[in-house]
């Protein structure tokens, strides 16, 4: 059976048990209009997927919210601040991470919504992707006190849930960070993507996400990522979904729960 049979196979089997599998696609790293956002931007219209863009708002640009403007599929989050790293040598890079005073990190953080507001408008959502996935977890109870309604990393979501704050991951890496800094290939791309897809099935029940970075793809990524959405459309058991969609779905559910 081929990587994308087992996709279509996976897809059947939430038909079979009534429901529908969310999908949704996060884009990380962009400050500026480039080729490679281009790129971007004309493979979201071609497919008619809705893509979130993880922005870095101390590098944010006029240009960007430019080319943003006439594109409602286009939704942005608040990726950081500076994408600068604050971890010692020996430890995984971090920006929100535990070796600053929390203050000045959350004083960053809103700076940096503010400075996003101001160019981009409503466009932007008060969503927080932390760069390189990581944040320091006394500083997440903290996010709805400055603004935020959600947040999004990667892998399954671990922290417990919060009044006033969903936790919305992606799933599946399409570059290969630890190796050849490029594509992953199909067949990991889409095994990534079953197993995600399982287990939201079987246990979690909540979307799966796919995360590009436009800077670090190449033609055959890109192909792939044409070839997966269109596959994807003709799927009666997947659904493709905007981060603001799953983000105030997930809020009003979240208002009903402690924590």
């Not at 640009?61 to 599929?73: H, N």
């Not at 608040?78 to 959350?106: D, T």
């Not at 996010?143 to 991951?169: D, K």
């Amino acid at each position: 059976m081929t990587s994308w049979q087992a996709l279509a196979q996976e897809a059947a089997r939430w038909c079979d048990c009534g429901r529908t599998a969310d999908l949704w696609w996060r884009d990380d790293d962009a400050a500026d209009r480039t080729a490679a956002l281009d790129d971007l931007l004309a493979l979201q219209h071609e497919t008619s997927v809705p893509v979130a863009l993880a922005v870095v708002p101390a590098r944010a640009t006029p240009g960007l919210a430019q080319c943003l403007s006439a594109l409602p599929q286009v939704d942005v989050l608040q990726h950081g601040y500076a994408h600068v790293n604050h971890a010692p040598p020996a430890e995984k890079k971090v920006e929100l991470g535990p070796y600053r005073p929390a203050m000045a990190v959350l004083g960053e953080l809103g700076a940096g919504w503010l400075a996003l507001e101001r160019l981009l408008g409503q466009r932007a959502l008060p969503v927080l992707v932390p760069p390189w996935n990581r944040i320091a977890p006394a500083l997440v109870p903290t996010l709805p006190e400055i603004g935020f309604r959600g947040l999004s990393a990667f892998g399954a979501r671990r922290r417990t849930r919060l009044r006033g704050l969903i936790e919305v991951n992606t799933h599946v890496d399409l570059i290969d960070w630890k190796g050849s800094r490029g594509f992953v290939g199909a067949e990991a791309a889409l095994g990534n993507l079953v197993d995600a897809l399982a287990a939201a099935r079987l246990a979690s029940m909540e979307p799966v996400g796919l995360l590009s970075h436009h800077l670090a793809m190449d033609a055959t990524a890109w192909d792939f990522l044409r070839s997966m959405w269109e596959k994807v459309w003709t799927l009666p058991g997947l659904r493709l979904r905007s981060a603001r969609e799953l983000f105030a779905d997930a809020g009003s559910a979240t208002g009903e729960e402690g924590g």
